[in-house]
T-cell receptor, first 113, second 114 residues
């Protein structure tokens, strides 16, 4: 059973454009939703995260939009740059301190100059 | 910025051999994890560890796997008898716990079983 569903699998965006990646979840026990950026050969690096009591969080060019009733959340990358080309994973954390992260399948983002 | 350190970065081993993957979590973190990522696939949870014991493990973490915190800084993952399908990137992570969790991943160990 896939706890977190992510789309699209790959995304190509022109430099300066907006990249949008979507995720959906089923388990209402999730209490923390991070996005990770991963470059080839590296570990996932935390980009931005949100709690379900907040509908939007912005950090620089990165924004998470969260829709609790629809059980969906998305990452928006404004003014996308070639350096943003990476794989992005959404994740969800089950509501306990010792809970684990459930990852989406990832989105390969390519930003053309 | 504090980071999770993993060694070695790449390990090649023969099928049936034992391997130990090492991690040094962030010093003030109390919760430790191992995840793995088969090439091109999503990151999968293996095990979580707190207060010197396993708190949760996934169906992947069978009797061939074990974890240990042998001293105050290291956290290890042992695979007793490696199989070809154990080939993957193994990531160690540590966390501060609730409320912000502060989940931080290491750069990973690429394990290749031949």
């Amino acid at each position: 059973q896939q706890q977190v569903k992510q789309s699209p699998q790959s995304l190509i965006v022109q430099k300066g454009g907006i990249s949008i990646i979507n995720c959906a979840y089923e388990n209402t026990a999730f209490d923390y939703f991070p996005w990770y950026q991963q470059f080839p050969g590296k570990g996932p690096a935390l980009l931005i995260a949100i709690r379900p009591d907040v509908s939007e969080k912005k950090e620089g060019r990165f924004t998470i939009s969260f829709n609790k009733s629809a059980k969906q959340f998305s990452l928006h990358i404004m003014d996308s740059q070639p350096g943003d080309s990476a794989t992005y994973f959404c994740a969800a954390h089950r509501g306990s301190t010792l809970g684990r992260l459930y990852f989406g399948r990832g989105t390969q983002l390519t930003v053309w100059p | 910025e504090p980071e999770v350190t993993q060694t070695p970065s790449h390990q090649v081993t023969q099928m049936g051999q034992e391997v130990i993957l090492r991690c040094v979590p962030i010093s003030n973190h109390l919760y430790f994890y191992w995840y793995r990522q088969i090439l091109g696939q999503k990151v999968e949870f293996l095990v979580s560890f707190y207060n010197n014991e396993i708190s949760e493990k996934s169906e992947i973490f069978d009797d061939q796997f074990s974890v240990e915190r042998p001293d105050g800084s290291n956290f290890t993952l042992k695979i007793r008898s490696t199989k070809l399908e154990d080939s993957a990137m193994y990531f160690c992570a540590s966390s501060t716990g609730w409320p912000n969790y502060g989940y931080t991943f290491g750069s990973g160990t690429r394990l290749t079983v031949v």
